[in-house]
């Protein structure tokens, strides 16, 4: 009994820890059909109206969008599927 209360504080200090480290996330996506030099800015805006991201940094030599986002608000998932709606598939690299 002693040993699963310990086993359980120590999950929970590990949650609330990971929680708090979490929040903020950056992630570089590889985007396709950015042809002209408007196309990051309807990356761009695609991605920033996705709750819960804060800042964009979209490149066209590159072909990439820079997304820092708050993990509790939104998902990876949910940043590649607004660039994709918008007509520009992208993925994560690494
Ligand atoms: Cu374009």
């Given at each position: 009994m002693r040993r699963t209360l310990a086993a359980i504080s120590?999950?929970?200090?590990a949650f609330a820890g990971g929680a708090?480290?979490?929040a903020q996330r950056t992630v570089t996506l590889a985007v396709d059909n950015v042809m002209?030099?408007?196309?990051?800015?309807?990356?761009?805006q695609s991605l920033a109206r996705v709750a819960g991201v804060s800042n964009v940094v979209v490149s066209f030599e590159q072909k990439t969008a820079t997304?820092?986002?708050?993990?509790?608000?939104?998902?990876?998932a949910a940043l590649t599927n607004a660039t994709t709606q918008a007509g520009?598939?992208?993925r994560a690299v690494q």
């Open positions: 120590l999950v929970i200090a708090a480290f979490a002209c030099p408007a196309c990051p800015y309807t990356v761009k997304v820092t986002y708050d993990d509790q608000k939104t998902t990876l520009y598939p992208s």
